[in-house]
């Protein structure tokens, strides 16, 4: 009789403790999820065509804030150190955008290329990857003249 006792004394802490909202309740959560800033790209993937081995090749992809507080970017890194990402640190206004410049070094490289880059940011979800590709062909060589 007891064991039952203290049986029905646990199940009753253990349901009491459910129906309490916590500090982070949904509601909250759908709150400030509506203010964060939203990271948006028209595009999140670029082919670059034929690049000829040697040649330095950028694209800008466009970051546009679509939220409604500033969008900050923490960082942004290229999968090697063949391709550079080049952006401005300050933080976007909402409705505001920017770039970031890929460029691509084909030095070295043959063949079909896809480099990525990394954009990590204050908004949800904070991370996005960027993609370029590309196929690296030898220089034509009755094009070059002396």
Known sequence: ???IGILAGLLVVLFSCQGRPSSGSSSQTAENDSIKPYMYFNE?????GKVIQGEKVSYAFIVENRGKS????KSVTASCGCTVAKYDEKPIAPGKSSPIEVVFNSAGKLGQQTKTVTVVSNAEPSTKILTINCEVVLPNKNSITE
């Open 1 to 3: 009789m007891k064991k």
């Open 44 to 48: 999140e993937a670029h082919n670059l």
């Open 70 to 73: 500033a969008l900050q970017l």
